[in-house]
């Protein structure tokens, strides 16, 4: 399954001349965030170091009076392989359509691109409890191991600067959507995340060094991750949910003449 279906190529000049933009909208991007897969992990761990019974299988629905109270950093992160695999030079053979679709950008034409926006988009959300900030990171490789840590670059946030932590107290805006909550929230770009995103959709370098064979050129991985705090003090009640995120990408092809 390819990380892109499909995609919206819209002439934004009447003709063909130079310098014509052509848009470029990547909208298929679709993660999933699990509270409750994260949360069982946390149980196996808590089980392992005799924190909770054998025979416990997850956590309790709230956290037993007679146990002390405790902080926990449940790292959630959505698979790559389940939607965040780019690849914008598709095979003509294994997917005539997709390879149609792109070819505007892969014929030789392409003069520059500019990243317009990308959206961060809840479109459900069963969560009991607000999410902190969650951060976008991009590999420039298609199949980037997500256990490579070196692989990865965090190009921008929602909800804030930094993932939550045990011992700091969250801050007013440190929330990326509510409990329940549904919307819309635009990327904020880290320090050089834009430029960085924009090179990867364009991978320049590669195309001028594999002029006659370009299908391993424009290739990138994309993933969220978010940090929750689970403070049995100040939350008694076990987290529960996940949500459905969908990353939209707006760039622009800046497109030469034949």
């Known amino acids: 399954m390819k990380a892109v279906r499909s995609i919206a190529l819209l002439c934004l000049l009447s003709g063909c001349g130079a310098g014509v933009p052509v848009e470029l909208v990547l909208d298929e991007i679709l993660f999933d965030l699990s509270v409750d897969d994260a949360v069982g992990d946390l149980a196996d761990q808590l089980r ?8 416990t299988e997850t956590l309790p629905e ?13 790292l959630l992160a959505t698979d790559p392989d389940a939607g965040g695999r780019l690849d914008l030079t ?40 607000a999410l902190p900030p969650i951060e976008v990171q991009v590999a420039d490789a298609y199949d980037a191991d997500p256990k490579d840590r070196r692989a990865w670059r965090t190009v921008g ?20 959507f509510g409990p329940g909550e549904v919307k819309d929230i635009e990327l904020a770009y880290v320090r050089g995340g834009e430029s960085f995103l924009n090179n990867q959709l ?6 001028e060094k594999n002029p006659n064979d370009i ?36 760039a622009t092809f800046f497109i030469d003449p034949l």
């Open 202 to 207: 364009a991978d320049e370098i590669c195309v």
């Open 215 to 250: 299908s391993g050129c424009k290739e990138l991985s994309i993933r969220a991750r978010s940090r929750l705090v689970f403070d049995t003090k100040r939350q008694p009640d076990r987290p529960r949910g996940r949500a459905k995120i969908r990353v939209i990408l707006v």
């Open 90 to 129: 598709p095979d003509a053979e294994a997917d005539p359509d997709a390879a149609d679709d792109f070819g505007p950008i892969n014929s030789g034409l392409v003069e520059r691109i500019e990243l317009n926006r990308l959206v961060i988009r809840v479109e459900e959300n069963t969560l009991n409890v």
């Open 157 to 176: 946030r929602v909800g804030g600067d930094a993932l939550g932590a045990c011992g700091v107290a969250p801050a007013s805006d440190g929330t990326a």
């Open 62 to 74: 709230r956290w037993p009076v007679e146990l002390p109270d405790a902080c926990f950093e449940v």
């Open 48 to 55: 392992g170091s005799g924190l909770l019974p054998a025979a």
